[in-house]
């Protein structure tokens, strides 16, 4: 179209000088001439001018699209992001850091605020908050009794269908957030409690081997009191959960001198908390504890000692053992090697069975949902995947500096080379054993699971009662 303008207009301005050379003195031959010069500067001229239009034009699109792509940034920006709080019971920096970590780079990618709150009196204070109708919108869940007492009282909701399905945990797992035949809750750790943990270069030092059956154990003990070694570091205060570390002490023992189906009849009140049996349990970890020099608690008493505060003892020789869940690597000072062969490296074993049949007790968390809006299904859905997992495990054991992070997920479809090589044998205990049974207090109903045993166990650790006297209170709280 240009051209075509250009060349009309050169051409009529090269007739009206050849009519005006026509009418003049001037050769024919010099107007044509000049003609066609002048029709050469004027096309150059309409060039030059249509030219400079588009360019304009150009330029004038140019900034439109810049305006309305600016526009529609800001309009991006100024949406809001979905707002979800977690609260949970795992407070130490590396765990409370690693699950905010690994949440806040999610949410960043999914336009959502996540925080996460850790709670030494999360068991007592998300009670408060519910009863005050302002619970966050998810929350991790140490106890399936306790979660199962939430969802019969409709204070937490089922976990949307994604949610379910994303899901990344065998049955065996996912069971424990199952509510009479609704999933309310979705695995997102697993523990290896039936551990003990100890320095083998200082068991090589002193002659001790490691034992293989319990009566080895407290063969063991005996020989390091006799030597002026202290066999055990034990602390038991945590909060509001003050006695929770007695309590795994007995479910181990409930394992090991009674097994497998008295526990579980024990857990679903088949048989009465203050049976003979569970009673022996009780009293068999009180009179160890007991027993003069078997015991170091930093804090002055096992009751008054918080139970984060073994591992540095363990590492300078205050205690020869420590019997504690794979999550203890947490609280183990950093900078200790694990497993390597050095004299201060920390390693463990299995906790003696009695009957041979090797039980193995387990725990773990749940998160659970108090409302089913998009965002929090969202989140629910993530942490219950291997990648959560994976991206936990990789950001604690860098916040721990390397070595053992304290985490332990039984999740399927992760990269298990994020794991070191002594969390993959935790992780293969877990997936092997024969039988492995879930840690008993979190599995009954709160006021006695998160209640009693707890209270009347410290009770009687502190010698004001027996464990009769604990195990008949202990049933009678039971709803």
């Known amino acids: ?38 029709a050469d500067d004027a096309a150059e001229t309409v060039e030059d001018v249509v030219d400079g239009d588009d360019e304009e034009e150009a330029m004038e699109e140019e900034e439109a699209m810049e305006e309305e792509e600016a526009m529609e940034e800001e309009e991006a920006m100024e949406e809001e992001a979905a ?25 960043e990618a999914n336009n959502i605020d996540i925080t996460y ?52 945990w065998s049955e065996a797992w996912t069971v424990f957030g199952n509510v009479d035949g609704t999933q309310f809750g979705a695995p997102v750790k697993a523990d290896l409690k039936s551990l003990v943990w100890y320095k083998p270069a200082a068991f090589e030092e002193k002659g001790y081997a490691v034992p293989g059956t319990f009566d080895d154990f407290l063969a063991l003990t005996g020989e390091m009191i006799a030597n002026g070694d202290t066999p055990l570091c034990v602390g038991i205060e945590s909060g509001q959960a003050t006695g929770w570390t007695y309590t795994d002490w007995v479910e181990d023992m409930v394992l090991r001198q009674h097994g497998a189906d008295v526990y579980d009849a024990w857990v679903a009140h088949d048989i009465p908390f203050n049976d003979p049996q569970i009673v022996e349990s009780m009293q068999t970890v009180l009179d160890l504890w007991a027993t003069d020099g078997m015991t170091f608690s930093s804090g002055g008493s096992i009751a008054a000692t918080a139970f984060q505060d073994n591992g540095q003892p363990l590492v300078d020789g205050d205690c020869m053992m420590h019997r504690q869940a794979s999550f203890y690597s947490a609280f183990i000072p950093e900078g200790t090697a694990f497993a390597d062969g050095t004299p201060d490296a920390v390693d463990v074993f299995y906790f003696p069975d009695i009957k041979g049949d090797a039980p193995v007790l387990g725990a773990g968390t749940l998160v659970a949902a108090f409302d089913d809006n ?10 219950a995947g291997a990648e959560y997992a994976e991206g936990r495990q990789r950001a604690q054991t860098a916040l721990k500096g390397g070595g053992l992070s304290g985490f332990l997920s039984a999740a399927e479809g992760q990269d ?31 006021a006695v699971g998160a209640g009693t045993f707890w209270s009347e166990g410290t009770s009687a650790v502190n010698g004001d009662q027996d464990a009769a006297a604990a195990a008949e209170k202990i049933e009678a709280s039971w709803p």
Do not use: H
């Open 374 to 383: 998009e965002a929090t299904m969202m989140v629910a859905e993530f942490m």
């Open 83 to 107: 707002v979800v709080t977690i609260t949970g019971p795992e407070r130490d920096e590396s765990e409370a850091g690693a699950i905010q970590e690994v949440l806040s780079a999610f949410g």
């Open 1 to 38: 179209m240009k051209n075509m303008w250009m060349k009309m207009f050169a051409a009529l301005f090269a007739l009206a000088l050849v009519a005006s050379a026509c009418g003049s003195d001037s050769p024919v031959g010099d107007a044509v001439d000049a003609a066609g010069d002048a």
């Open 416 to 446: 298990q080379s994020v794991y070191a090589p002594l969390e993959q044998s935790f992780l293969a205990i877990l997936q092997n054993a024969a039988i492995v049974r879930f840690d008993a207090s979190d599995l009954m109903p709160a």
């Open 117 to 168: 709150t850790g709670d030494a009196d999360w068991e007592a204070n998300i009670d408060i908050q519910v009863e005050g109708n302002n619970p966050p919108n998810l929350s991790i869940f140490p106890q399936p009794g306790k979660l199962a007492d939430f969802a019969r009282e409709g204070s937490v909701v089922p976990l949307a269908d994604n949610v379910v399905d994303g899901m990344a």
